[in-house]
C-alpha cells in the first residue's frame, strides 16, 4: 500500500481488517481492487460510494467468487469509522479438560466471529471455539485465534489454519473454499459446511443426540468406539 503515501493510519487499518474477512485475501490485494474501484486517493468519500456490484466487478472480478454475505462485512468496515465496528466477540469460560471428559466424546471446532454462532468462513473467522462434546456433557475448552503472520500467502494461511485444529475430529463453518478443505480433510479433520448460521449451542445438541444413538462409523472412530462397536453401529443404523 505503499503508492498512496498519504492513506490515513485508520483507513489503513480497516483495509486489513475487511481483508481479513475476505478468504484468501491479503491487504495488498484488497487495496488494487479498492484503488481500480475509485482510483486515488482513496479516502472515506469515495469509499462510501462503493457499491456491492462495483465491488465484486473490480479488478476483473478478483473478488467475485466470495459470498455476498463477506463482502458485505469487508464494505462495511472500509466504509464506516472503527469506532462503529462491531463489539468485541463474546469470550465464554474456559473449562479445564479432565481424564473423565474424554470418554465417549469427540472434539469439535466451530467457526465464529461472534462467540455464539458458527457464523465463519473457514478461511476468515476471527476464531475458532473448541469443545469437547460427549452424550452428557460438553465443555468449551479453548478458543484459537487465527491471526497469521502477515507475509503468509492464501495457501499458508489455509495451512496454519488447518493446523490449529489437528487434535479436532470435526470442523463447522458457515462456508469453505476447496483448497482449504482439502488440507482439512488431509489431517484427518470432518469438515461440516453449514448452509446457514446456527447457534453453536444447538449444533452440541444435535451432536450429542447422534453420539447418544446410532452415530457414524466415521463419528464412531472419532470418538475411540472398537471396530467390532462401529460394525454394530452400522448394522443398526441399516436395520
Known amino acids: 500500500m505503499n503508492s498512496q503515501a498519504t492513506l490515513s493510519r485508520e ?40 457499491t ?13 467468487h466470495i459470498e455476498e454475505a463477506l ?5 462495511h468496515l472500509l466504509k464506516h469509522p472503527l469506532a462503529d465496528a ?3 466477540p463474546v469470550q465464554p469460560e474456559i473449562h479445564h479438560l479432565q481424564p473423565e471428559d474424554l470418554a465417549g466424546s469427540v472434539r469439535i471446532a466451530c467457526a465464529s466471529d461472534d462467540g455464539v454462532n458458527v457464523d465463519g468462513h473457514f478461511g476468515a473467522c476471527k476464531q475458532f471455539l473448541i469443545y469437547q462434546v460427549a452424550a ?21 494461511k489455509n495451512t496454519f489454519r488447518a493446523e490449529l485444529l ?11 473454499g476447496g483448497p482449504a478443505a ?21 449444533i452440541i445438541a444435535q451432536l ?18 472398537e471396530a467390532s462397536d462401529r460394525f454394530r453401529f452400522l448394522t443398526e443404523a441399516r436395520a
Open 52 to 64: 456491492l456490484t462495483a465491488f465484486k466487478a473490480a479488478s476483473a472480478g478478483a473478488l467475485a
Open 86 to 88: 462491531d463489539p468485541a
Open 136 to 156: 452428557d456433557h460438553a465443555h468449551l475448552i479453548g478458543i484459537r485465534a487465527t491471526d497469521s503472520p502477515d507475509s503468509a500467502d492464501a495457501e499458508d
Open 71 to 75: 463482502l458485505k462485512q469487508a464494505l
Open 208 to 225: 450429542q443426540t447422534v453420539i447418544a444413538g446410532t452415530p457414524p462409523p466415521w463419528l464412531a472412530k472419532a470418538m475411540g468406539i
Open 11 to 50: 483507513l489503513a487499518l480497516r483495509i486489513g481488517l475487511a481483508a481479513r474477512v475476505l478468504p484468501d485475501t491479503d491487504a495488498k490485494a484488497l487495496f488494487a481492487v479498492l484503488q481500480d474501484c475509485v482510483g486515488l486517493p482513496i479516502t472515506d468519500a469515495n469509499l462510501s460510494g462503493i
Open 182 to 202: 482439502a488440507k482439512i480433510v488431509k489431517l484427518g479433520i470432518h469438515p461440516m459446511k453449514l448452509s446457514a448460521s446456527v447457534p453453536i449451542a444447538e
Open 166 to 176: 489437528r487434535d479436532c475430529q470435526v470442523v463447522y463453518m458457515a462456508s469453505v
